[in-house]
């Protein structure tokens, strides 16, 4: 099982109920903050999750609203002493920045009390062990320099318990190391092999994060297949030129690509206040079933058989708003980041 908490849903600034684009993704003890827009450390203890094996943070690209609360949450961490160490993943020219706003801003003159590190990577494998893996893909948005993280969870073969007990195999260490691969040999000599008691390998749950794009063609085979697709959807159809002119989605757009490449649920970020949520869903789901537009602090697991556990947040709409941001938004601007 994979798990995504969703940390922040708003697009290029914050609105009354939505936060700017965080996600903490979880498989057993590992945790990954995927960006970490201004004001995630609230979100982080609003959210129940707290700060704890945060030690991993994966950054899409440079942009202002994903990458301004890292100067709090790295305050933070450091004067609690919460955490030892903190690597910060992405692309060149989003370590370059965050580098500037670490050690120009949060950390001028100070020595940290933490082991800070920043890692320059390109797509392909980041993370592997015998269960999980993380890949980074290239995502195609507004300065050249965004990435996707694909989350797998390893193919495993189940146990077939009564195979087991027809060969007279006993509960315990035997049936553990069959688990593991190895041949055991029983008390009257006969030898049982991984083989004989396993049953063919069952697909682990998969979620794919992107963070803003501008395209979809070019994502169908990154995210082909995955349980989950959580991506922007900025935009509706009715506004698509501003969609281009922002280099952003619209929901219909994200169906097409969740169409295109049979992924299993869509869950759709990065909106705006100017849609309401229901506009923005329906829209999506005139090409695609299985559609959510995510909130913040909903959560979402994601299992091995397809399915999706879904725990939502407090039921809102966005037309309820009436800051100032969501008038001028009404009024034609625009969702380009800095």
Known sequence: ?????????????????????????????????????????????????????????????????????????????????????????????????????????????????????????EPGLLFEDEKFSVYAFPVTHRGGDSLGYLFREKPRRPFLVEKAEALGIPPG??????????????????????????????????????????????????????????????YLEADRDLARRHDHLTAAEAAGLARAAGVGHLILTHVSRRYREREIRQEAMALFPRVWVARDFDRYRILKDGQLEVERAEVHEIEEERDVLAESERAGAGHGGL
């Open 1 to 121: 099982m994979i798990e995504i908490v969703f940390l922040g849903t708003s697009a290029s600034a914050p609105s009354i109920r939505r936060g700017l684009p965080a996600h903490v993704v979880m498989f057993e003890d590992r945790r990954f903050l995927v960006d970490c827009g201004e004001g995630t450390q609230r979100q982080l203890l609003k959210s129940g999750l707290g700060f704890r094996r945060l030690e991993t943070i994966l950054l899409t690209h440079a942009h202002l609203d994903h990458i301004l609360g890292l100067a709090g949450f790295l305050s933070t961490v450091m004067r609690w002493e919460i955490l030892p160490r903190v690597a910060i993943y992405g692309r060149r020219g989003t370590i370059e920045r965050v580098k500037d706003l670490i050690y120009r801003v949060v950390l001028r003159g100070v020595r940290p009390s933490i082991e800070i590190s920043f890692h320059v990577i």
């Open 173 to 234: 260490p035997e049936r553990r190391r069959l688990v593991q691969g190895e041949p055991v040999t029983l008390p009257d000599g006969r030898v049982v092999r991984p083989d004989d008691v396993l049953g063919p390998p069952v697909e682990g749950a998969s979620l794919a994060l992107v963070g803003d794009a501008g395209r979809v063609d070019d994502l169908v085979e990154a995210v082909r297949g995955v349980g989950a697709l959580v991506i922007e959807a900025t």
